[in-house]
């Protein structure tokens, strides 16, 4: 095993800038990556290289001498990249953001070639969103679920309403009609006679919609569990079917006469979309630009 060049352009930064924060910061890259750089080079090592404080990394006797042995050879290194390098006319640096995937597809996507900084999409489970977020690993997070962890902040910007849609091919008007007349036992045993879809990422659109207006936990699994709800509108497009979605994704569907909405609660059912952030983001004029982007996007639906 050898070092890793970036091992010590890494460790050379820490050491100029005193943290772990403005060494990322110089080095465009996020804060658990230098913290990575940095123990993979203490191991390789075998030698402490820096005594960390709660404000400043200050290096150790082995930490100065490996300093003064690699800071003429990286600094000519550098030198070279500067002179032979066709570099863009501005750095570009790199934003990390998880969402759901029809988030994406229906707000961020069209945008992303007028974006100027490197993008990165996580598609995931909200729980480990908010620690990826916590630990740096995200720079932005769109979500209904706020973390209890101290560094994380969140922005409301959005409502979605969860509702209850079927197949064009479906009959609903019996359902409706006892819905309508609050006759909710028999709505109910016809609905679980139909065919239903959920996603393997979140199933708690249809736990929380059930809870709710029916007044109990559905004690019934879903027929197809497909990869998410684009895949549910479009299979409910061509055939019968139920599923809980939310409203702001299957309103084209709606439109163009595929799908229909069977019921939305006599008090809908409504999540709050937050932006979540890290306090004292060093991306904040990036991530600005992306909130202001989703922002947009919904209050043109």
């Known amino acids: 095993m050898k070092w890793n060049l970036e091992w010590l352009r890494t460790f050379k930064a ?69 002179q032979f390098h066709k570099r863009s006319r501005q750095q570009r640096c ?18 992303i070639p007028t974006l100027p900084f490197n993008l990165i999409i996580r598609f995931g489970e909200y729980q480990q969103m908010l620690q990826d977020l916590d630990n740096g690993l995200l720079d932005l997070i769109i979500t209904p679920h706020k973390g209890t962890q101290p560094n994380l902040s969140y922005r409301e910007f959005a409502k979605e309403r969860i509702v209850l849609i079927t197949g064009m091919n479906t009959e609903i008007l019996p359902i409706q009609s006892l819905l309508k007349k609050r006759e909710l036992k028999d709505a ?41 709800i684009s895949s549910i509108i479009r299979c409910l497009s061509e055939g019968e079917g139920f599923a809980v979605v939310p409203d702001f994704l299957c309103e084209e569907a709606i439109r163009s006469n595929k799908i229909k909405i069977v019921w939305e609660g006599d008090e809908p059912l409504e999540n709050t979309l937050y932006f979540g952030t ?8 990036e991530v600005e630009l992306l909130e202001n982007l989703f922002i947009k996007e919904w209050a043109s639906k």
């Open 188 to 228: 109910i045993a016809i609905l679980k006679q139909g065919l239903w879809y959920s996603t393997s990422a979140d199933m708690d659109h249809l736990l929380n919609f059930w809870r709710k207006h029916f007044g109990e936990h559905p004690d019934f699994s879903p027929n197809f569990i497909v990869p998410n």
């Open 14 to 82: 820490i050491y100029e800038t005193g943290t772990l924060t403005a060494a990322a910061q110089e080095l465009f890259i996020s804060q658990p990556g230098v913290s990575l750089h940095l123990n993979s080079l203490e191991a390789y090592t075998g030698y402490k290289l820096f005594d960390r404080g709660s404000k400043k990394m200050t290096p150790t006797e082995k930490g100065k001498m490996l300093y003064n042995f690699i800071v003429t050879p990286l600094n000519k290194l550098e030198e070279g990249e500067k």
């Open 278 to 285: 890290r306090e004292n983001t060093i991306y904040q004029k």
């Open 94 to 111: 790199t934003i990390s953001v998880g969402m759901c995937f029809e988030t994406f597809q229906h707000t961020l996507e069209k945008y």
